[in-house]
């Protein structure tokens, strides 16, 4: 077989399998979507579930969800973004360097469930916090910090060495290269993940199963204290997520009608998930453009 | 095959006391670890002249410029003295970042911040506290003049650094040194990354910046050193071979290896 042949059968081996992997992608999507979004409505984005008749819908659901990102966000990222700082830009080649990065490897590599587990029996247990929200947020943290911390050192240290130097031989201080002149070059990767890894949150179940609890006690959307009983905001109230909703439908629901809820729920998380992907992008580029000021 | 010349043999010229200097170095050695990168090495640089720093890659030419500002401080260990207005700073307790701001350096590839080219000279500034718009705007001015892009960008002072020519980012660079009014400006192979054009243009810049300031060059192009410098040193393996005027070190270079070098017929 001479050359141009071998490329050839290389090329289509690889299309092939590209097209496999586009394809089972592209036939998840569409069932879930398919599937689900007949039974998407107003009310079923809005009301509120009941599952034992079968009606309603999932909307506090879908506002736990959106809460417990903001509060496993606003917890998890300053903490990353200094131990990104940190590994990309002080920590010298040592053997303790080296163990932080494998710590953080294994705690990225550790089971949702097993975060899960430890959530529960520390905060909600140990604590006596209960099952809430912020236990949900805590132990989300413990998921979404490796990855994050990973992402930012990694969009740090691919700003270009010649930037630092510029920055020290003008006079600025490590710190002041390190906040004014790389972390804007570096602003769109880091936004980037932050967003994909909100994505990833959103659509997390098993921590949140045994921290942020199964049940969605119906809360008051005009009273938005956070110390009150009801309010939306209190952090130590039981708030079952979206994603939680969907296991729990699917495997305690007694409505009838039970796939056809889950059905309708994963579709709209999938399109909640594919809606981050695409703002990572769209941000992403826009910060980008806006940095580098090449319009 | 490289020739073995000895180290024994140097000419390195020094200057009496009518001579006034930006700086010098006395005993200057640099280690990488284990790897002894520069020797010895004493050359004193007269105020308000281009001195070039010469020799084959490896020499410890770009070794020894960074020294100067103290830029391998985290990578190497410099011993010896580093004598600027009667001041030792290779030592611990001086304050870097403020011979920083008197000693500029210029790299070798153009390293424009990704911000406007109005930020790119004043960011350091600011960040010194000058916070008076008017004295900002007129530095802005007088570093571009200094550094001869005023004309091609005073009307996009807001557009990216990045949108520039080679040639036009690597000015700014030097334009962004000259904001911090340092008074040596150490450059770092300025030119090596840039065409023949721009080439002509920072040296052109460079001539007229003598009168103003002291300036170090390190280059590996020898003609750039005979159209620009006053003094020449060049640096072999490690040690500095030869420190002369250039016209002399270009007609008659007084020992073997630079010979060879400034010949051609090296190695």
Same mark, same amino acid.
């Given at each position: 077989?001479?050359? =141009?042949?071998?490329?050839?059968?290389?090329?289509?081996?690889?299309?092939?399998?590209?097209? *496999?992997?586009?394809?089972?992608?592209?036939?998840?999507?569409?069932?879930?979507?398919?599937?689900?979004?007949? +039974?998407?409505?107003?009310?079923? #984005?809005?009301?509120?579930?009941?599952?034992?008749?079968?009606?309603?819908?999932?909307?506090?659901?879908?506002?736990?969800?959106?809460? #417990?990102?903001?509060?496993?966000?606003?917890?998890?990222?300053?903490?990353?973004?200094?131990?990104?700082?940190?590994?990309?830009?002080?920590?010298?080649?040592?053997?303790?360097?080296?163990?932080?990065?494998? /710590?953080?490897?294994?705690?990225?590599?550790?089971?949702?469930?097993?975060?899960?587990?430890?959530?529960?029996?520390?905060?909600?247990?140990?604590?006596?916090?209960?099952?809430?929200?912020?236990?949900?947020?805590? /132990?989300?943290?413990?998921?979404?910090?490796?990855?994050? *911390?990973?992402?930012?050192?990694?969009?740090?240290?691919?700003?270009?060495?010649?930037?630092?130097?510029?920055?020290?031989?003008?006079?600025?201080? =490590?710190?002041?290269?390190?906040?004014?002149?790389?972390?804007?070059? /570096?602003?769109?990767?880091?936004?980037?993940?932050?967003?994909?890894?909100?994505?990833?949150?959103?659509?997390?179940?098993?921590?949140?199963?045994?921290?942020?609890?199964?049940?969605?006690?119906?809360?008051?959307?005009?009273?938005?204290?956070?110390?009150? /009983?009801?309010?939306?905001?209190?952090?130590?109230?039981?708030?079952?997520?979206?994603?939680? +909703?969907?296991?729990?439908?699917?495997?305690?629901?007694?409505?009838?009608?039970?796939?056809?809820?889950?059905?309708?729920?994963?579709?709209?998380?999938?399109?909640?998930? #594919?809606?981050?992907?695409?703002?990572?992008?769209?941000?992403?580029?826009?910060?980008?453009?806006?940095?580098?000021?090449?319009? | 095959?490289?020739? $073995?010349?000895?180290? !024994? @043999?140097?000419?390195?010229?020094?200057?009496?006391?009518?001579?006034?200097?930006?700086?010098?170095?006395?005993?200057?050695?640099?280690?990488?670890?284990? $790897?002894?990168?520069?020797?010895?090495?004493?050359?004193?640089?007269?105020?308000?002249?281009?001195?070039?720093?010469?020799?084959?890659?490896?020499?410890? @030419?770009?070794?020894?410029?960074?020294?100067?500002?103290?830029? $391998?401080?985290?990578?190497?260990?410099?011993?010896?003295?580093?004598?600027?207005?009667?001041?030792?700073?290779?030592?611990?307790?001086?304050?870097?970042?403020?011979?920083?701001?008197?000693?500029?350096?210029?790299?070798?590839?153009? $390293?424009?911040?990704? @911000?406007?080219?109005?930020?790119?000279?004043?960011?350091?500034?600011?960040?010194?506290?000058?916070?008076? @718009?008017?004295?900002?705007?007129?530095?802005? !001015?007088?570093?571009?003049?200094?550094?001869?892009?005023?004309?091609?960008?005073?009307?996009?002072?807001?557009?990216?650094?990045?949108?520039?020519?080679?040639?036009?980012?690597?000015?700014?660079?030097?334009?962004?040194?000259?904001?911090?009014?340092?008074?040596?400006?150490?450059?770092?192979?300025?030119?090596?990354?840039?065409?023949?054009?721009?080439?002509?243009?920072?040296?052109?810049?460079?001539?007229?910046?003598?009168?103003?300031?002291?300036?170090?060059?390190?280059?590996?192009?020898?003609?750039?050193?005979?159209?620009?410098?006053?003094?020449?040193?060049?640096?072999?393996?490690?040690?500095?071979?030869?420190?002369?005027?250039?016209?002399?070190?270009?007609?008659?270079?007084?020992?073997?290896?630079?010979?060879?070098?400034?010949?051609?017929?090296?190695?």
């Amino acid at each position: 077989m001479n050359a =141009k042949r071998k490329d050839l059968l290389a090329t289509i081996i690889i299309d092939v399998i590209v097209a *496999t992997v586009v394809g089972i992608l592209a036939f998840l999507l569409a069932y879930i979507l398919i599937s689900g979004l007949p +039974h998407v409505s107003w009310l079923f #984005l809005t009301g509120s579930a009941d599952s034992f008749s079968g009606a309603g819908g999932i909307g506090i659901q879908l506002f736990n969800s959106f809460y #417990l990102l903001i509060l496993t966000m606003l917890i998890s990222i300053p903490i990353s973004l200094g131990a990104g700082i940190y590994l990309a830009e002080y920590a010298k080649d040592n053997w303790r360097t080296r163990l932080i990065r494998s /710590a953080i490897e294994v705690l990225s590599s550790l089971p949702s469930v097993v975060v899960g587990l430890f959530g529960f029996l520390l905060f909600v247990v140990k604590f006596k916090i209960g099952f809430s929200v912020i236990s949900g947020a805590i /132990a989300l943290t413990f998921f979404n910090l490796p990855l994050l *911390t990973r992402n930012i050192e990694e969009s740090l240290s691919a700003v270009s060495r010649s930037q630092r130097e510029a920055g020290l031989s003008l006079g600025l201080s =490590k710190w002041k290269t390190e906040i004014g002149i790389i972390l804007p070059v /570096a602003l769109p990767g880091i936004v980037t993940g932050i967003v994909l890894s909100a994505g990833r949150v959103f659509g997390e179940a098993a921590v949140l199963i045994y921290t942020a609890g199964q049940s969605a006690p119906v809360t008051n959307f005009s009273d938005w204290n956070p110390m009150d /009983a009801a309010s939306p905001l209190n952090p130590f109230r039981p708030a079952e997520t979206l994603a939680v +909703h969907i296991w729990k439908v699917n495997t305690e629901g007694l409505a009838t009608n039970a796939a056809q809820l889950s059905a309708a729920a994963s579709a709209v998380l999938i399109i909640a998930v #594919l809606l981050f992907n695409l703002f990572a992008r769209v941000l992403g580029n826009y910060l980008y453009r806006r940095v580098t000021a090449s319009k | 095959m490289l020739k $073995n010349y000895s180290f !024994e @043999k140097t000419a390195v010229q020094t200057f009496d006391e009518h001579t006034t200097l930006a700086m010098k170095t006395e005993n200057m050695q640099v280690f990488y670890g284990s $790897n002894h990168a520069m020797h010895d090495a004493s050359l004193a640089f007269p105020k308000n002249q281009i001195t070039a720093l010469i020799g084959a890659s490896g020499s410890g @030419k770009s070794t020894y410029l960074r020294s100067l500002n103290r830029m $391998n401080d985290t990578i190497a260990t410099v011993t010896g003295k580093i004598w600027y207005h009667g001041v030792d700073i290779n030592q611990p307790n001086v304050n870097i970042y403020e011979i920083r701001r008197h000693i500029g350096m210029v790299f070798q590839r153009p $390293n424009p911040f990704a @911000k406007s080219i109005r930020e790119n000279i004043i960011y350091a500034l600011r960040a010194t506290g000058v916070k008076n @718009k008017k004295v900002l705007d007129e530095r802005v !001015e007088q570093s571009l003049q200094g550094a001869a892009l005023w004309d091609e960008v005073k009307d996009s002072l807001d557009k990216s650094a990045l949108a520039l020519s080679g040639g036009q980012q690597q000015r700014l660079c030097i334009a962004r040194s000259l904001a911090m009014s340092p008074d040596v400006l150490l450059l770092d192979e300025p030119c090596s990354a840039l065409d023949p054009i721009s080439t002509v243009k920072v040296e052109e810049t460079l001539l007229e910046l003598q009168k103003k300031y002291t300036i170090i060059i390190v280059t590996h192009n020898m003609q750039q050193a005979a159209r620009i410098s006053s003094q020449c040193a060049f640096f072999h393996l490690g040690h500095v071979m030869e420190y002369s005027p250039t016209t002399t070190m270009f007609s008659t270079p007084q020992i073997q290896v630079t010979q060879d070098y400034v010949s051609g017929s090296f190695g």
